[in-house]
Structures are given as C-alpha cells and as structure tokens.
T-cell receptor
Framework: GAVVSQHPSWVICKSGTSVKIECRSL??????MFWYRQFPKQSLMLMAT?????????EQGVEKDKFLINHASLTLSTLTVTSAHPEDSSFYIC????????FGPGTRLTVL | DAKTTQPTSMDCAEGRAANLPCNHS???????VYWYRQIHSQGPQYIIH???NNETNEMASLIITEDRKSSTLILPHATLRDTAVYYC????????????FGGGTRLMVKP
C-alpha cells in the first residue's frame, strides 16, 4: 500500500507558539490530502481537505486562520497550528486521497 | 455518507476467529463498506473494503449481507497484536470522498 510519513511524530510546545506538521506521500501523488485530528478517547474528526495548488476547505468549527494548510506539491502537505493553546493538544493525522485511503502515522501535539 | 453502528467493545481469545459486526441499514447503492483499525497512538490502518461481494485478503475477510444492510469483518486467527479499535465506514463511490469515522469497536484479544 501507499506509504505516508509525518514529521514530527510528536512535539511539545509552549502556549502561543506555532507548530508545523509535514505530511509526505512517499510513493503516491496526492492531489488531495485529508487532515484529521483525534482527541483522547475519541474518534478521528476531519478538519480540512487540501488540494494541490489551491486553498484548503475547512470543516465547520475549524478556524482556517489558526490551522494553516499548504499543499504545494503532490507529495507534500503541511499543517501549521498557529498560536497553539492547550486545547489544541491532539493527535493530528493526514491521509492522501485514494481508493484504499491510507493514513500517516500521526503527530502527537502537546501544548503546555 | 450513511452512518454505521458497531458494538463498543468485544473480546476474543487468541487463536480464535474474531467476528466484528457492523450495521449500515441506510447504505445506498454506490456506497462501499470500508474497514480500518487503529492501534493505540498510531494512524488508522486500512484492512479491506467491498461493495456487495464478499472479499478476502491477507488480513481479513469481509462478509456483506445480500441486502447490504450489515457486514462482518472476520479475523480468522486473532493474535494479541490484533488488539485495536476497528472502524466500519461507509463511503460514497469514488476515491475523492473522505472517510467519516464513528466510534468503532474496541477489540481486545486475550491470551
């Protein structure tokens, strides 16, 4: 199956700082990337859908100015959490669009 | 996408078959049934998907009822490493549609 990587796998930051999460599809060209987040003991929730070369679309309740998504190439999409706060602490997972829909390993963000 | 209903949790003895049920009574004709699992602190892992025929791969078998209102994922010989949350998801036809996750079934494989 498709190989998807995320970097970093975990990050701890202070409140107010920005954190960038990279998602790479290593053997697959992804026109579209789905970004999910998962709070403890909850299921995955779709945050946004990014399309290569165009603006991302965000789900209701997700602030587009806080969660900046860039999809500059078919193999790289980035999610930047700006001015992170403790309530942004979560597990962030990317998934390139595809028939079988593979997922990245996730990035654990902890905001102190 | 149609919603699915799964038991919250299940136990299975190691070496035995694990049968995970899923109800999707409002599924429409072009919607596929997908199964994923998520081991703690990892991204979801694709297992199998199908439209109306039963499917089998190296990981599992998927049995879909004739009316397509329910399905069962079968892990033929469960191991401790199969302990995970299993998600049954109904997805509209076409690779462009995202997956909507429900609560899933927490499968505990016990020695």
């Amino acid at each position: 199956g498709a190989v998807v990587s995320q970097h970093p796998s975990w990050v701890i930051c202070k409140s107010g700082t920005s954190v960038k999460i990279e998602c790479r599809s290593l053997d697959f060209q992804a026109t579209t990337m789905f970004w999910y987040r998962q709070f403890p003991k909850q299921s995955l929730m779709l945050m946004a859908t990014s399309n290569e070369g165009s603006k991302a679309t965000y789900e209701q309740g997700v602030e587009k100015d806080k969660f900046l998504i860039n999809h500059a190439s078919l193999t790289l999409s980035t999610l930047t959490v700006t001015s992170a706060h403790p309530e942004d602490s979560s597990f962030y997972i990317c998934s390139p669009q595809g028939n079988e829909q593979f997922f990245g390993p996730g990035t654990r963000l902890t905001v102190l | 996408d149609a919603k699915t209903t799964q038991p919250t949790s299940m136990d299975c003895a190691e070496g035995r078959a694990a049968n995970l049920p899923c109800n999707h009574s409002t599924i429409s004709g072009n919607e596929y049934v997908y199964w994923y699992r998520q081991i703690h602190s990892q991204g979801p892992q694709y297992i199998i998907h199908g439209l109306k025929n039963n499917e089998t791969n190296e990981m599992a078998s998927l049995i879909i009822t004739e009316d397509r209102k329910s399905s069962t994922l079968i892990l033929p010989h469960a191991t401790l490493r199969d302990t995970a949350v299993y998600y049954c998801i109904v997805r509209s036809g076409g690779a462009g549609n995202m997956l909507t996750f429900g609560g899933g079934t927490r499968l505990m494989v016990k020695p």
